[in-house]
């Protein structure tokens, strides 16, 4: 029990810190994906704070982000078309997304939606 109320102390202390030197904190509750344009699947909503905590290391998903400011949408470098070694829209998320719900699944543990519908919810 004295762990347990030492640790929701240091969260709620990390969590004072963090605003006070500016660190960037992840969006509360849910989360629409920016979608290709010209997109033909429902757009994906998922809870963003549900993942920061499942999946701590913000750098996972926001491959390019260097810790200040506030990350970059995927779709301000991964538009409809591949471009060079960006993959598009649709796979760089697939690959993120999809992928890690794949590997943990294979894993035996609980994780997020592979099929299509799972995630381009109408
Ligand atoms: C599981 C993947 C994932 C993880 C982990 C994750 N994010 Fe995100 N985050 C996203 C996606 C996807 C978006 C929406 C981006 C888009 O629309 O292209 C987003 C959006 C954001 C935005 C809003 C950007 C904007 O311009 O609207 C912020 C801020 C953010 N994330 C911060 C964080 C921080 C800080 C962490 C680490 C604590 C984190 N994220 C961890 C996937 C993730
Ligand atoms: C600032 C630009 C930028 C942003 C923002 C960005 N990417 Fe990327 N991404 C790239 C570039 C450039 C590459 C190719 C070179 C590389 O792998 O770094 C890439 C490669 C990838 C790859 C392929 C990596 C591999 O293993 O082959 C995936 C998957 C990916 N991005 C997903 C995402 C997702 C999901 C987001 C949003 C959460 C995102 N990217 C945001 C620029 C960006
Ligand atoms: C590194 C692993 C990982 C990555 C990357 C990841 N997820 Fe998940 N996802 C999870 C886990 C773990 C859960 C279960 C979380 C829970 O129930 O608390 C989950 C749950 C979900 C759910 C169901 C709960 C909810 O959020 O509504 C959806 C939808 C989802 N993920 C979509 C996405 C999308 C879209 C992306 C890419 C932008 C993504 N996930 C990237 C691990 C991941
Ligand atoms: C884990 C979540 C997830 C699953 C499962 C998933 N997608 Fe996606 N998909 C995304 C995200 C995130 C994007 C990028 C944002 C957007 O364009 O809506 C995307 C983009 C796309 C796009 C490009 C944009 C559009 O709407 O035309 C297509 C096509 C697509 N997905 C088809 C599929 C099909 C087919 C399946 C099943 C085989 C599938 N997706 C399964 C998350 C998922």
Known sequence: M???VLL???VAFLGLAASAFGIPTAP?????VVMAAGATKPAVTFSHAKHAVAVP?????H???????VPQKCS?????EKDGKKLDIKNAAHKTCRGCH???KKDGKKTGPTPCTGC???
């Open 2 to 4: 004295k762990k347990f």
């Open 8 to 10: 929701v102390a240091m």
């Open 28 to 32: 509360e509750g849910d989360l629409k």
């Open 57 to 61: 290391d913000c750098k996972v998903c």
């Open 63 to 69: 491959h390019t982000f260097t810790g200040e400011g």
């Open 76 to 80: 301000e470098c991964h538009k409809a």
């Open 102 to 104: 794949r590997d943990m």
């Open 120 to 122: 381009h919810k109408k």
